[in-house]
């Protein structure tokens, strides 16, 4: 898995915990996703680790991200990726050259989407205190589920600190926020700047 599958795995995988229809008595959680309904944006520094359980490699990827109920924008050291909901764009400054597609994510076993379709019926939901916040707690034993186990940190403003999630292969993903916090829309959240000379490949035609 490359850092481009990571950062195009991380905000759905995001969404799909914080909009997902998991009914159940975890009032922080549901106050934390109310904060999307209202239409607000969370933005944080983040840091994602990516543990293989068969080589024992880890992968990182950081930066800062911005997620919204529809979208998301990520900015790393090399890379900036902006989805609207619809269509993707990664600008690579190293290469200097900007892509945009149509985002399908059923296209990779590691897609959001399976994340998204993870995070259903078929899980158990339930929270407990711990230092300063909550630890909201996701498990099933659903035979097809991408991951079987996923951990929520959140502050006492419901604000994510943490997200570790293990999956079928029990491999681990750990994402952690730094000065996390929800903010009002900035309509310039989609635009994407790129030098004049960036080559363009358009994989939409």
Do not use: C
């Not at 975890?26 to 990516?50: C, I, M, W, Y």
């Not at 994340?115 to 899980?123: A, F, N, Q, R």
């Amino acid at each position: 898995m490359t850092f481009k599958s990571l950062n195009h795995l991380l905000p759905f995988f995001i969404a799909g915990l914080f909009f997902s229809g998991v009914n159940a008595q975890t009032p922080n959680f549901d106050e934390l996703r109310s904060k999307f309904d209202q239409g607000l944006v969370f933005e944080a520094a983040f840091k994602h680790e990516f543990t293989d359980s068969y080589t024992g490699e880890v992968m990182y990827s950081s930066g800062n991200i911005w997620i919204d109920s529809v979208g998301y924008r990520l900015e790393s050291e090399d890379q900036l990726l902006v989805v609207d909901g619809e269509i993707s764009r990664v600008y690579d400054s190293t290469r200097n050259r900007l892509i945009i597609s149509e985002y399908n994510p059923e296209d990779d076993d590691f897609a959001p989407s399976r994340m998204l379709k993870g995070v259903d019926e078929t899980y158990s939901i339930s929270e407990e205190p711990v230092e300063n916040g909550t630890k909201v707690i996701l498990n099933t034993d659903d035979d097809f589920a991408i991951f079987l186990r996923v951990e929520i940190l959140l502050d006492e403003q419901q604000n994510p600190l943490e997200i570790t999630a293990y999956d079928i292969s029990e491999n681990i993903i750990v994402t952690s926020f730094k000065n996390g916090s929800f903010i009002e829309m900035d309509e310039g959240l989609y635009n994407l700047n790129y030098p004049e000379d960036a080559e363009i490949v358009d994989l939409r035609n």
